[in-house]
């Protein structure tokens, strides 16, 4: 095995210095009768065993490098520059623990610190964290954040079109408390606010790719004295106004699609973002600032006292491990394309969807839903949605997700998504195979 | 190691420049929303090789497994073999969707599955999930689903959680998202959990307990069938926190010795990197009565297919989707390359290699706990008057090695908590130990070189209590 480097010599004067005669001897605590178990596993494999079985499995799935792609719903197929995973993936990055040690951890921290001053910009906040598990649960302990600031407001105001696995994260997070959740319809400023409210929650866009204006909402929110929390998309917000501009006391996003392959839906990366004022409220790690005797600058994990490891069972949250990888992906992503690439990809989403949504609108028997949107958009069908979906799979085209998967009722809904991935020829594709697979 | 000062991305930033170029558009311009055009978005601006140059240097002044001995406690920072990396990287994996059609993702399916099985199997375990981000998150699974399960026995009132004064802070933080109290059980002069105490503990309140074996001493929990089946008496189930696993694959599966629940970190026993914080994995595994509960979805086979499913009463979901999945690869490709045999031969290795650094270290290091250890131990680092374990752990870095934990876990003053993997050789084990000694020494002799270091890296020590005093938490340029 070529991950154990000690010779059967080396073991032997190991023992000897421990002053044992066997290896199993060190195990003497472990109840004899369940000591050394024979385990029912198949035998091991050599590394090129291994990846052939690994690489003949991976090539059973089909997926965006062998179909045209136009489904998003929550996971994108974005460009990832050739130089966020060579960067990324550096021994130096990839195998150094959470920078407890920051004297020699000043790579990662200065890297995170980074992450955190381009994602408050883009979302128009004064503090982002280091990053949470994925877009669900950033947004479920943004909830749980709001709700903590006074359990006597015990509602939480939800939009019935969120992601339903959003919707289901948030539930089991809240599932042990006595906190109600109440999904209202339409724009988040029509929500029903009152002084129970810890928080009224809106898509930036909803899952439907529908997009609402923040401003009124916020006011309204802040006017019943419940917080504001919006899930954005990021990369929309390098074109429109950020929520934070608008009046959003939280921003939560995934950030997947900054830099980060789809991967089955994980590792995603969840973003947060807060307001000055929650600052010592947020979960998750924050690196800050520091100077050392010398006054030169370096990076350290900040306010701890919020943590777990310092705060036991008064911490904010559990979270300890994150996705600092994934952040760093979309860290070296947002710096390679600046301001100017990230506008221009979110320029190329949103015209090429736009000139996808309208070829489709005219197609007898389609109907986009949306009044405004950005890469994603709701289309009514002529015949269920899985049957097109089905049809053209054997075109190698995937159009989109058929919302029958989460609700049986909504037979007749198809949620596309175009991004800078998809040519005009292959939208133009799409749009005249949608055609004949109704015909 | 890169000492020179490395600027800010703002700071490289020069007006126009792009780091990578872009197609350009081949459909009409559409109109944006008027009312929500935004003007700027002051992101830095730079060319690709400022890029490539910044983020190289970055990660030069990072201690890294690959670069350095990384003796972190409780944290396994063994090596992450390269083929995990190359497995991880087949295009088949990151250009499959999650909602894709379970007969478009036949094959992640399978891997999910295979994965599941073999992680069943080396715990014991009836069934498992994946969909865990990480350790924690495990925890929070597992103590939802004993919160489920005592309702679905008629015992919902059982809300009170015991916990060791040795366990980990997320694992009291779990309990309080699940809505369980917590209560404190000390441990016994032998480092181990005190019967006493714990007998004491179990009222008809008690849901169950969390056990961390071996504990964050490093011990073996010698009493663990004895303190399941007295839990279990008693009305509670028993949690597992995996962490420590790497002291036991192969050797011990606490599923058939009386834990109902548990978390492995496959980012600490199997081998996936720890990516400067994460992404982990959390696999959470039950025994039968527990297993309907378990979140999901999970993987399944019939008849020949793979498909992925909810489990009959599962806690529901705990992310979108189906757990870190390129993480998942990693570990299915390293628990393949182990086989049985691999996998005691891993624990056999990280215990004889924490026995010799402990036997090596015990008469200059004090030791609380004296007994042999399993994968890790605590020693103190209280070796001269005025010299702390703070003190010890910057000197290492001017010799080259990551510090171990320090100040965990709280019950052992100064502690300095020695993890060194079965990945690593007797001469950096013994380098290691010089190093030791040598400060030690130093200690006594010229205290000032452990007050004042590290001194070979980017910067000294830093003033964290400014920092959190009035925190600068983003680039205000
Ligand atoms: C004993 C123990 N339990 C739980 C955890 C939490 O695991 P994670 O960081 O993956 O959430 C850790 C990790 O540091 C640990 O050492």
Known sequence: MPFIPNAESDRMAMLEAIGKKSIEALFADVPARKRFPKLKLPPALSEQEVLREIGAMAAKNRGADKVSWFLGAGIYNHFIPALVPALASRGEFLTAYTPYQPEVSQGTLQAIFEYQS????????????????DGATALAEAALMAWKLDEGRNKILLPEDLHPEYKAVLKTYFSSFKVEIVEYSGAPENAALDSGCACLIAGYPCFSGELYGLKAAAQRAHEAGALFIVHADPLMCAILESPG??????????????????????????????????????????VGEAKDHDGRRGFVLTLTAREQHIRREKAVSNICSNQGLVMLQSCIYMAALGAGGMKQVASLCYDKAHYAASL????????????????????????????????????????GLALSRYDSKKEKELLICVTEMNSKTEIDRLVAALKEAVL | ????????????????????????????????????????????????????????RLSQKNYSIDTHF?????????????????????????????????????????????????????????SVSLQPAAGAHGELAGVLMIRDCLKARGQGQRTKMLIPDSAHGTNPASCTMAGFTTQTIPSGKDGNIDLKALEAALDDSVAGIMITNPNTLGL?????????????????????????MNALTGVFQPG????????????????????????????????????????????????????????????????????????????????????????????????????????????????????????????????????????????????????????????VPEALMIEPTETESK????????????????????????????????????????????PVLCFRG
């Not at chain 1, 381009?118 to 598990?133: E, I, K, Q």
């Not at chain 2, 190359?86 to 891997?111: D, R, T, V, Y």
């Not at chain 2, 010698?222 to 089946?229: F, G, L, P, S, V």
């Not at chain 2, 010229?446 to 209590?465: K, S």
């Open chain 1, 245 to 286: 501009a608008q009046g959003a006391d939280i921003v939560v996003a995934e950030g997947q699609s900054l830099g980060n392959a789809m991967n089955f839906g994980g590792p995603g990366l969840g973003m947060m973002g807060a307001t000055e004022k929650l600052m010592r409220r947020m979960p998750g790690r924050i």
């Open chain 1, 360 to 399: 489709i609108n005219s197609l007898k028997g389609f109907k986009v839903k949306n009044r405004s949107f950005f890469k994603e958009f709701l289309v009514s069908t002529p015949i269920p949605a899985q049957v097109i979906v089905d049809r053209l799979a054997k075109r190698k085209i995937m159009p």
């Open chain 2, 256 to 411: 058939k010795s009386g834990i109902d629940v548990m978390h492995f970190n496959l980012h600490k026993t199997f081998s996936t990197p720890h990516g400067g914080g994460g992404p982990g994995a959390g696999m959470v595994a039950a025994v039968k009565e527990l297993a309907p509960f378990l979140p999901g979805p999970i993987a399944r086979k019939r008849s020949g297919k793979y498909e992925l499913a909810m489990p009959e009463k599962s806690i529901g979901r705990l992310k979108a989707f189906y757990g870190n999945f390129g993480v998942l690869v990693r570990a299915y490709c390293y628990v393949r390359m182990q086989g049985a045999e691999g996998l005691r031969r891993i624990a056999e290795n990280s215990v004889l290699n924490a026995n010799y650094l402990r036997a090596r270290l015990e008469k200059t290091y004090k030791l609380k706990y004296t007994r042999p250890c399993m994968h890790e131990f605590v020693a103190m680092g209280d070796v001269a008057p005025g010299i702390r374990t703070l003190d010890i752990a910057k000197r290492l870095i001017d010799y080259g090695f990551h510090p171990p934990t320090i100040y965990f876990p709280l019950i």
């Open chain 2, 220 to 244: 073996f929990e010698r009493n663990i069938t004895k303190i399941a089946a007295m839990v279990h008496e008693a009305g509670g189930l028993v949690y597992g926190d995996g962490a420590n």
């Open chain 1, 118 to 133: 381009m994602a408050a910009r883009l979302f128009g906040v004064s503090v982002v964290n280091a990053s949470h598990y």
């Open chain 2, 70 to 126: 990384y003796p972190l406690g409780s944290c396994t920072m063994k090596y992450n073999p390269k083929a995990n990396e190359a497995a991880a990287a087949e295009s088949g994996w990151k250009n499959i969707h999650p909602l894709a059609g379970h007969s478009e993702a036949q094959g992640a399916i399978e891997l999910i599955y295979r994965l599941q099985e073999n992680l069943a199997e080396i715990g014991g375990f009836s």
């Open chain 2, 1 to 56: 190691m890169n000492l020179s000062p490395e600027p800010l991305v703002f700071e490289l930033s020069r007006p126009g420049l792009v780091g990578c170029s872009l197609p350009v558009s081949d459909v009409p311009a559409a109109q944006l929303p008027k009312d929500l055009v935004r003007s700027s978005i002051d992101l830095p601006e730079l060319d690709e090789l400022t890029v490539v140059r910044h983020f190289t």
């Open chain 2, 427 to 470: 001469k950096t084990l013994d380098d290691f130990v010089e190093a030791m000694l040598s400060i030690a020494a130093e200690a006594k002799t010229t205290p000032e070189l452990l007050h004042n270091a590290p001194t070979t890296t980017p910067v000294g020590r830093l003033d964290e209590v400014a920092a959190a005093r009035s």
